[in-house]
């Protein structure tokens, strides 16, 4: 890097950090999760206002590489926290209607998002049709887990029957929407290591989760590293985790399949504080970064009306889809119709999850940048639904009972 690259890069940092701060503000005022204000910040400094002046200005390109690497990183980050933060204690007592109700809150959108696939592919033709189904659908199905959790905790459900089977539910669907992703790196990746991917993804995931899981919770919990002043237990979770996402990278699988599983397996008891401490560092300076990256690759201006009307398919399937699906699983297990809606309505959240999934499909070309936009769109449309829909279900704050087992509540808000 040049001194001028240097300068250009330290101040765009410092603009990206105020801004992002300040559009999750004004996010929260309007009763919103963060995570839309610093989406929509993204989407407003990118092309899509003055054709690009105001991000040609602040985040010229020779810098842009090296924000995307920097993003890259943050994206790393938070899928570790996203692993570490599912909890098998959800399903005790709730497997039943939380198998019911995650079954139909998957099947339902992504059969839906593999037909929608097949009258959007010949004017988005992106090589291999089989793939693009299996994304679409994939896509359509994701709940966000982190900022479902936020949502329920700043409206005092998280400790909640409702809150609990929501909870459980999206951490189901984030597990299936990552393997079904996997699938289509598998299928529509050309890196040079994709010969290797189903000779060693199954090996390696068996590693970590018997013995790599094993060894962290011999060593997290050795009493000399417990009493160390030094942070001996963040510098071997922040060593694993990219090491881990390195891995998944080199065998032709995406680098958050690695971090996400080193997520997964650490011990909840000593891997809690440290998830904690890399959220609040990597949701202030890192995923920012990211949502300026994936805002400026979003293209509103030149939007025909049939982009209009694909928008309004790929909404009315991504929300009817997944709504439908997880209404229709509750019912079935003899929940009453305003839980039932409101679970359904948690569920349609999507948030972070779905703009990294979309950020996939975009670099293995299973995307073009018209429906990258598209579908943008509708991951803000459906997560900013979720408070509004849910207050007019429940104006109180606090349905159901509190009593409950509590939930684990996000630490990224994301």
Known sequence: MTTGQTTTLLV???????????????ARRLGQ???IGEVALGVLLGPTLLHGAISDAVFPTDIRPFLGALANIGVALFMFTVGAELDAMLLRGRKLVTGTVASGSIALPFALGSVLALHLFDDHPTG?????MLFMGAAMSVTAFPVLARILTDRGMSRTWLGNVALACASIDDVLAWTLLAVVVAIGGEGAGSQWLLLLFVPYVTIMVTAVRAGLHRLLSCPRVLRSRQPVPLVITLVGLLLSAAFTEWIGLHF?????LFGAIMPRAAGDPVSARISHLNGILLLPIFFIVAGLKVNLSGMTGADVVDLGLILTVAIGGKF???FAGARLNGMRARPAAALAVLMNTRGLT???????GLQLGV????LYSSMVIM????????GPLLQLLYPTPTPGSADETPATASKTGR
């Open 12 to 26: 765009a940092l410092a603009v990206i950090v105020l801004l992002s701060y300040a559009a999750g503000a004004v």
């Open 33 to 35: 999760p963060p995570v």
């Open 128 to 132: 291999n049709r089989t793939a693009f």
């Open 256 to 260: 958050i399949f690695g971090a996400f």
């Open 324 to 326: 439908l699906g997880a």
């Open 354 to 360: 779905e703009l990294i999934i979309l950020t996939v």
């Open 367 to 370: 995307l073009d940048g018209r």
């Open 379 to 386: 991951a803000l449309v459906t997560t900013a639904l979720t």
